[in-house]
């Protein structure tokens, strides 16, 4: 403020409700003030938002925490400030779920993951059926075959050999439903107590065999939200296998390798139709279409009637408070087609065996840029951001 003007020093507005006087900036953060009309309400707030967005991410704690493996707010910053400042390129900066490469002339995909689940076996399958399935999906969701992965243990001691047998089986078993081969691997221990049993690091090659390009930052107003199927079944499995919560229900995780259905939505609608495809890990679908509307600078509005979840999912989360929407799936994906083609995409994908329940659940549209509506079963509207943390950690 200069010395000609007059008025609070912090620059807000005089106790009258007058204007501040000119030279004076009213702080852009500060929450609306009363008696500001609804729609100019409603503005600011969407102001306020975009210009977070806008801010170089920071990490503030001076230590990691598990917020920052959670899939939300502070992992994508964990994943801005730190790893993509580092070995920022080309290839890593869209933080697509693999690389797309081109090795003498053939297209193939590449992708890496690391699984520290919590219980190692659990309803529907286990670390190692989970590690599988993972980085297939991964690759699936590049638009490729998977072909080969490599798979690295990390194993406490003390760890029992007979699990880590029944983990290597299930391994096996997955590999060989979903058609690729596990040809490399490490393995290393440490001391009782460092660990937890076993952690499973793997990386998988696929091959591109359709002329495709999709990105979460090809959405366009107009194309339709798709889920191939109902959504969080295998966070509410990891739930309640953990049992702390002394709640039963006939809940199986939905790891499942996707690439076929994948493929079978690809090749059923034409060039272009399909724009991103990315499978509902942590975070859940919320994230998923957080990633769209932030990439593609476009609005995603859902539809809270039209998500596909079971009645014995939305009662595990209304007994412990948590959204649907942010619970992980493992054999699911999230599809951004043409909304021309939004009905042949769920006739597709019900006639998989992996796509009961398929539904669009929302469309895009342009404005407001960068954000998620969820249109409630109420009538009313609110916005669907990320979560800081996670309400379930250790869940793949």
Known sequence: MTAETKGPPDGSAPPDGSAPPAGVALDEDAPPAP????????????????????????????????????????????????????????????????????????????????????????????????????????????????????????????????????????????????????VTGDTKVVQRGKADGCYVTTAGVGVLERPVELSVARARPGDAVVVSGPIGEHGAAIMLARGDFGIEAPLVSDTAPLH?????????????????????????????????????????????????????????????????????????????VDGEHAERAVEVLRGHPLGAGAAVIGTVRDDPPGLVLLRTAFGGTRIVDLLIGDPLPRIC
């Open 35 to 182: 008696g500001t009309p609804l729609r100019d309400r409603e503005q600011q707030v969407l102001d306020r938002i975009a210009r977070a967005r806008r801010r170089r991410p920071v990490v503030r704690e001076e230590r990691i925490t598990l917020a920052h493996g959670s899939g939300g707010k502070a992992t994508q910053t964990l994943i801005q400030a730190v790893f993509l400042e580092a070995f920022r390129n080309p290839r890593l900066a869209p933080l697509e779920d693999g690389a797309t490469l081109a090795l003498d002339g053939a297209r193939t995909a590449f992708t890496t993951d690391a699984f520290v689940v919590s219980p190692l076996f659990f309803p529907g399958g286990d670390i190692g059926d989970l590690a599988v399935n993972g980085t297939v999906n991964d690759l699936a969701m590049c638009g490729a075959r998977p072909a080969y992965l490599s798979a690295g243990f990390i194993l406490e001691e003390g760890f029992p050999v007979a699990d880590l047998r029944r983990i290597t089986a299930s391994m096996a078993a997955a590999a060989a439903a979903a058609g690729v081969e596990i």
């Open 260 to 336: 076929g259905i994948a493929g079978a939505l690809l090749d059923a609608l034409p060039p272009g139709g399909v724009r991103a495809l990315r499978d509902a890990t942590r975070g859940g679908v919320a994230t998923i279409l957080n990633e769209v509307a932030v990439a593609s600078g476009v609005c995603v509005v859902a539809e809270e009637e039209a998500l596909p979840v079971r009645r014995e999912v939305t009662g595990v989360c209304e007994l412990l408070g948590i959204d649907p929407l942010y619970v992980a799936c493992e054999g699911r994906f999230v599809a951004v």
